[in-house]
């Protein structure tokens, strides 16, 4: 088998398995107790992505240059490194709705490249003069795997906003105790003042005098909660896990942003003597940046926690899709790559 | 101005009774105002007290820091969708006063504000420089003060009611301090001990890193007036084998003539192009020579895209290219050289032409248009029709007069700039590109207590909630 009947073969199953592990996904969210649903989606995923990488590699060997020169092989590294973070995510959250969300863009971006692109526009092209450097690895790879850990940190503050819909939230201090209790020996609080805890069954209470400390208690915390205090540990909300996870992934992304829009100013000042001409795509990489800044910024605002940062964070999805598809739509500039210079 | 923002080196939950939320308490008094005095010197005060009590305030106000991020950003979003630098005649027929586009953007409107060069109007780069006092006042004002406070290693907490506000706390009966330090240690905390009290700490360099992010922005933002102050730039079309000196300059800064180069030039030897077989273009290149007074070579290199020639703070770069001429001879005559010259094409690809007389009267001619530099021209007759086409060290017959094709000479065109703030601006790049990563990293801090015989243990981090919950469950479970 060839390299090209392989890449044909390669970016169908691509897709056909990301199809699959959307549905197992879904299927997930919709029955939370069935067994091993989670481990099937994790392996789909897993298969996607080993098959993506090792589409990229074939055309790797085929065209003799790392493949990032045309929109189907970025659209196929983007789709790798949502499939990458989206592990990520899922090890940092341990929650099976990471996977609902990354599936289907994944599955939508390879849909996009394999079935919809035309032919013409999928085959490997000589790079054009301005590209042949090696920052264009740098760079465009930078951007790319940026583009896709923004994606997946926007995506979970979406699933963050639609997880709280309608609720009023309050972040971190507050807790509404869904989370796991688990056989407790000590006492655990989450600010000890807001702790308005539902009653935990009967069943999970730990069972009386075991190395707790039941009897110091009110000497200690007689102040506000005494009546309150639960025995058991209780864990960051739903809530509270998507949104610092979303955080943590968009905190990811943000740096490979900075040093992707960095390694291009270098390179566009070594190449043709400007680090920025404010030219559309740079602009738009300027604009992807200063909207995740001012999310990041949000965060540590006092009384902005929880949907209004959520909200940026959701934005910050449609600016990286102007930013990577929609600037080229414009067909101006340098990242159009069909002229020199 | 009393605004109540926590900005990143600020606990916005503080559990000590320190007044750890606001470092500066209070840092500037109400100066009293002077009961006598020159009207002058009283004005001078209230224009400090107005600096001190509220501009500065204003300026350090992380909410105005975010409302300014995404105003640039939503008035850089106009440059990208109305086209920059074009012509009157280009925006009067793009955008009619009637009908106007949405009702209001008509080509006076867009004229009047300046859409038509967002990034350089005055109201643009007023906004970047209210960002950059913003950016001034937070580093200096918040973040620095701020980092005192993290630095302390005695940040010990005394009494049982502190724990209480912690998001994560916990206490256990019959432990002792020593029980958690090799926990925390494992963990590669940095522990504090003093009697029965507890402080550790990791991460740190994720409270610092966001400050050095600022202060590399405000680098990169000197060296960006530095470079737009003394730096130029300059394009010259130079034909293969000519010598030139830089003279085209078409932006250069108020201070950029110390810069421009007058005592060398630069002779181009050859320009020429590689094409890949299937005839696309695979590579241009200038072989250039520099020199000095005396027209001594001083340096040489054959540059192509994305790689330059520099010489004294002056870069060439291959940029452009054009024909410039078109060398014939007309049946035994000695070769002539006639100039080229680009025709608009309609946009459909650039074309090179011009006319050559085939009679010794000019009363009769034929026109020859070229498209690359692959050696081959298009021969049109009198009335505009192709009369063949025509291949370097080939001739043909036309009008009765063999007409021979030596050689088409090519120009390069090359972007020559100086930029002295290139230095700092590459400075800050590389200060910002490790500290953005850096900043990463959450800082993590634990307090311990014992009183009576129980240990009660709290913990907070900044950024990484999540991973820290585990941490700190995984240390409980351990203790018990």
């Known amino acids: 088998m060839d390299l090209v009947t392989l890449q044909g073969w390669l970016d169908n199953a691509s897709f056909g398995v990301l199809f699959a592990t959307m549905l197992v996904y879904w299927g997930c969210v919709a029955f939370p107790t069935a067994p091993y649903v989670q481990t099937v989606g994790s392996t789909g995923m897993a298969i996607a992505n080993l098959s993506i990488a090792a589409l990229l590699g074939a055309r790797w060997i085929d065209a003799g240059y790392f493949p990032l020169s045309n929109l189907y092989e970025s659209l196929f590294f983007i789709a790798w490194g949502i499939t990458a973070v989206h592990f990520i995510a899922e090890s940092m959250s341990r929650s099976r709705l990471v996977g609902a969300f990354t599936a289907p863009t994944a599955m939508a971006i390879t849909a996009f490249a394999a079935l919809s692109l035309p032919d013409a526009m999928q085959h490997a092209e000589p790079l054009v003069p301005a590209l042949k450097s090696n920052w264009l690895m740098m760079h465009v790879s930078v951007m790319l795997l940026s583009y896709a850990c923004l994606m997946v940190g926007a995506l979970l503050a979406i699933a963050f906003l639609i997880v709280t819909w309608g609720q009023t939230v309050e972040l971190r201090g507050s807790s509404v105790g869904t989370g796991a209790y688990r056989d407790a020996k000590y006492r655990l609080r989450r600010n000890g003042a807001a702790v308005t805890l539902p009653v935990a069954p009967a069943s999970l209470a730990p069972s009386g005098g075991t190395a707790v400390l039941p009897t110091t208690a009110p000497s200690v915390t007689a102040s506000s909660t005494s009546g309150a205090v639960t025995l058991s540990p209780q864990r960051l909300t739903l809530a509270d896990t998507l949104d610092n996870i979303s955080y943590r992934i968009i905190g990811l992304g943000f740096p490979l942003l900075t040093v992707g829009i960095i390694a291009g100013a270098v390179w566009a000042n070594e190449a043709w003597g400007s680090y920025w001409s404010w030219d559309p795509k740079e602009t738009w990489a300027l604009i992807t940046w200063l909207v995740f800044a001012a999310y990041l910024h949000a965060r540590i605002t006092k009384g902005w926690q929880g949907r209004r940062p959520a909200l940026l964070a959701a934005s910050g999805f449609a600016v990286v899709w102007i930013c990577y598809l929609g600037v080229n739509l414009l067909g101006k500039g340098l990242h159009s790559y069909g002229w020199f210079l | ?480």
């Open chain 2, 1 to 480: 101005m009393g605004f109540s923002i926590s900005v990143v080196l600020m606990p916005s939950k503080s559990p000590s009774a320190a007044p750890a939320s606001s470092p500066h308490p209070n840092p500037h008094p109400p100066t009293p105002a002077p009961a006598k005095g020159t009207r002058l010197s009283r004005v001078g005060l209230g224009l400090r007290h107005y600096l001190k009590r509220e501009l500065l305030p204003l300026l350090a106000d992380l909410r105005l820091a975010i409302a300014l991020l995404l105003a640039i950003a939503l008035f850089s979003t106009l440059g990208t969708v109305i086209e920059q630098g074009e012509s009157l005649a280009f925006y009067q027929s793009n955008y009619p006063a009637d009908p106007a586009l949405f009702g209001f953007l008509s080509w006076r409107v867009i004229l009047l504000i300046g859409l038509d060069h967002v990034y350089r109007t005055w109201w643009f780069l007023a906004l970047l420089i209210l960002f950059g006092a913003s950016l001034t006042t937070c580093t200096f004002k918040r973040q620095i003060p701020a980092l005192r406070w993290f630095s302390r290693t005695w940040n010990f907490y005394t009494t049982p009611r502190q724990f209480e506000k912690f998001a994560l706390s916990a206490e256990f009966a019959d432990r002792s301090l020593e029980s958690v330090v090799p926990l925390l240690e494992k963990r590669r905390y940095r522990v504090f001990q003093r009697d029965n009290l507890l402080y550790a700490h990791k991460g740190l360099v994720g409270r610092i890193a966001p400050v050095v992010v600022h202060a590399s922005m405000l680098l990169i933002l000197v060296g960006a007036i530095i470079g737009s102050m003394t730096g130029f730039f300059a394009q010259e079309m130079v034909p293969s084998g000519e010598t030139f000196r830089v003279q085209n300059v078409f932006d250069a800064g108020p201070w950029a003539e110390r810069q421009i180069p007058k005592d060398w030039s630069v002779h181009v030897n050859r320009f020429w192009i590689d094409y890949t077989p299937e005839g696309g273009i695979d590579q241009f290149y200038s072989d250039l020579s520099v020199l000095d007074d005396q027209g001594a070579e001083v340096k040489r290199k054959t540059i192509h895209v994305n790689e330059p020639l520099r010489y004294k703070g002056v870069t060439l770069y291959q940029a452009d290219w054009a024909i410039a001429a078109i060398r014939i001879h007309l049946n035994n005559s000695p070769v002539l050289q006639l100039p080229m010259a680009q025709i608009n094409a309609g946009g459909s690809g650039r074309l090179w032409g011009t006319w050559i007389p085939t009679k010794p009267d000019l009363s009769e001619g034929v026109s020859v248009i070229a498209k690359d530099l692959q050696g081959t021209v298009i021969i049109y007759d009198q009335q505009g029709q192709i009369a063949g086409t025509l291949r370097q060290g080939m001739g043909a017959d036309v009008n009765g007069v063999q007409l021979g094709l030596d050689e088409l000479v090519g120009s390069t065109g090359l972007q020559i700039k100086a930029d002295p703030g290139i230095p700092l601006v590459y400075a800050g790049f590389g200060l910002l590109m490790l500290s953005v990563m850096l900043s990463y990293f959450s800082h993590s801090q634990v307090w311990g207590l014992v009183e009576g015989d129980t240990l009660f243990m709290g913990g907070k981090t900044n950024r990484a909630q999540v991973a820290f919950e585990r941490e700190m469950v995984a240390m409980f479970d351990q203790l018990v």
